[in-house]
């Protein structure tokens, strides 16, 4: 991959770790399931308007819609509002990847190697410190809620991987289509009309411009601009030379985290968080085949100096 390409990598793994420092700025203003719903909304508006559909079938847009649009920001908003640290939630949000390989490997029949199996051993032990040292130390539902939302990644993975877009970004945007309606009945069920029209109503005032710059962050930086060059980048590279730059993502928004909200971890969190970073690495990293040793050319047969050519014809 070129230096620029590589910088361009880690440009986006910036965006996505500094997007948990937005969605909490933004969760000081907007109920959570509110804000899923606006976010989404922002997006699908013109996505719908401009770009065109991609063809691809209807219920792997749906499912994708669901499983990366739904499920994951819904649990991951509520486990932020419910007291989730933004970055610890970078990294348990990670969980997506181990989820999405054991996922291949029962409903797509995907064989798993040895290396993911260990890799996936790895980070699920990360995971379980991470969970036991948030037990000791805080409330474990918030935790629980950020692996529901890694486990809807994993779905949508799956439901992106069945649909075999031609342009993915066009799937990304247009997946976005999906979250807005049933998240906005789930908000006005659950939180009710007041605090929602509450939130739009002093949505102009000077103590909500960190939660609007927030939300204007998540989408136009984190979902429009960081997941358009993350998908031009997959085109022109193997995955397994791109992907492994999102492990940066818990790492910038873990020390984001702690630079802008004073966030701090326990001695168990960060072994726990290093042996995710290091299980999902391993687990997606691929063995490369030793080439080829290439045949020596035979040798040559020994000339007879008893045969001589015969002189061309005149």
Not at 24 to 53: G, K, Q
Not at 285 to 312: H, K, N, W
């Amino acid at each position: 991959m070129p230096l620029g390409h590589r910088l361009l990598a880690l440009s986006v793994a910036l965006i996505w770790g500094l997007n948990f420092i937005a969605i909490d700025a933004s969760l000081t203003h907007f109920p959570p399931f509110f804000l899923v719903a606006l976010r989404f909304t922002l997006i699908a508006l013109p996505t719908v308007l401009l770009v065109p559909r991609p063809k691809v079938p209807v219920r792997w847009l749906v499912g994708y819609g669901i499983g990366f649009g739904t499920l994951q920001f819904l649990f991951l908003y509520w486990a932020m509002a419910a007291g989730m640290p933004a970055g610890l939630a970078s990294l348990v949000l990670q969980a997506s990847a181990p989820f999405t390989v054991l996922l291949g490997a029962v409903l797509l029949r995907e064989r798993l190697s040895a290396r993911q199996a260990v890799g996936i051993a790895v980070a699920v032990c990360g995971m379980a410190l991470v969970g036991w040292q948030r037990a000791e130390h805080a409330a474990v539902l918030p935790f629980l809620l950020t692996l529901a939302g890694a486990f809807g990644w994993a779905i949508g993975n799956t439901c992106n991987r069945l649909a075999r877009p031609a342009n993915p970004l066009h799937l990304a945007l247009w997946m976005s289509v999906v979250p807005p309606l049933p998240i906005l009945a789930l908000a006005f069920a659950v939180e009710g009309p007041g605090p929602i029209a509450a939130s739009l109503a002093s949505v102009g005032t000077a103590a909500a411009l960190p939660a609007v710059a927030g939300l204007a962050y998540t989408v136009v930086i984190g979902t429009v601009l960081g997941s358009g060059v993350w998908t031009w980048l997959m085109a022109r590279h193997p995955a397994g030379v791109v992907a492994p730059f999102s492990m940066l993502v818990p790492v910038v928004g873990m020390a984001a985290a702690w630079m802008v909200l004073r966030e701090s971890a326990t001695p168990g969190e960060l072994v726990g968080s290093a042996l995710v970073v290091g299980g999902v690495l391993l687990g997606s990293s691929q063995t490369r085949r030793p080439p080829r040793a290439e045949e020596p050319p035979p040798e040559p047969l020994p000339r007879d100096p008893g045969l001589e050519e015969a002189p061309a014809a005149r």
